[in-house]
């Protein structure tokens, strides 16, 4: 089973800040937290990691609670190509087996 | 440019019809990977190989076989086709530490 639990949808309309909550209360210590999202039926794409402090790249941001039992990832400005399925996993690193979960499906409206 | 490759993209069998799905990638990555999705199930790891001739297995491996002889490609046997390996199919690769994980474009398998 996945170790994160999240929304199975949200709405944001365009322009705005899309902010998408992820509960991983059982983390461990040694656990990163990263995000990937999935447009439609094509592969899955990366978007951002972090462990514990909050990280930013040019897709996103990533906001981890001091406690680490929960991380919001934001798009600060959101357009209709952000439509997809995002998924938050957890993980020691890349190399373990990745339970992407149902993920959170996001649609951005005009 | 970097890339993972997949082939076919499409493919309709039939039920015990041996079937190979290449996948390549180009960017010298130890790493790689196959997974299935299935509607309200979600990316369901098959295989993964974490180097040549090193490969284990992932949730859900029964009626699979993988083969990584080379470091560029791993193909995703299927030696009898069954129905319900109807699905879509992802390969992934990425580098030793590499967080990023680079998915291919998928092949969508139905088996009649």
């Known amino acids: 089973d996945a170790k994160t639990t999240q929304p199975p949808s949200m709405d944001c309309a365009e322009g705005r800040a899309a902010n998408l909550p992820c509960n991983h209360s059982?983390?461990?210590?040694?656990?990163?937290v990263y995000w990937y999202r999935q447009i439609h039926s094509q592969g899955p794409q990366y978007i951002i990691h972090g462990l514990k402090n909050n990280e930013t790249n040019e897709m996103a941001s990533l906001i981890i609670t001091e406690d680490r039992k929960s991380s919001t990832l934001i798009l600060p400005h959101a357009t209709l190509r952000d439509t997809a399925v995002y998924y938050c996993?957890?993980?020691?690193?890349?190399?373990?087996?990745?339970?992407f979960g149902k993920g959170t499906r996001l649609h951005i409206l005009p | 440019e970097a890339q993972v490759t997949q082939n076919p993209r499409y493919l309709i069998t039939v039920t015990g019809k041996k079937l190979t799905v290449t996948c390549s990638q180009n960017m010298n990555h130890e790493y790689m990977s196959w997974y299935r999705q299935d509607p309200g199930l979600g990316l369901r790891q098959i295989y993964y190989?974490?180097?040549?001739?090193?490969?284990d297995k992932g949730d859900v491996p029964e009626g699979y076989k993988v083969s990584r002889k080379e470091k560029r490609n791993f193909p995703l046997i299927l030696e009898s086709p069954s129905p319900n390996q109807t699905s879509l199919y992802f390969c992934?690769?990425?580098?030793?530490?590499?967080?990023?994980?680079?998915f291919g474009p998928g092949t969508r398998l139905t088996v009649t």
């Open positions: 190989s974490m180097n040549v001739e090193v490969t």
């Open positions: 992934a690769s990425s580098s030793p530490g590499g967080w990023e994980q680079y």
């Open positions: 059982t983390i461990s210590g040694n656990e990163y």
């Open positions: 996993i957890v993980g020691v690193n890349r190399d373990d087996k990745i339970i």
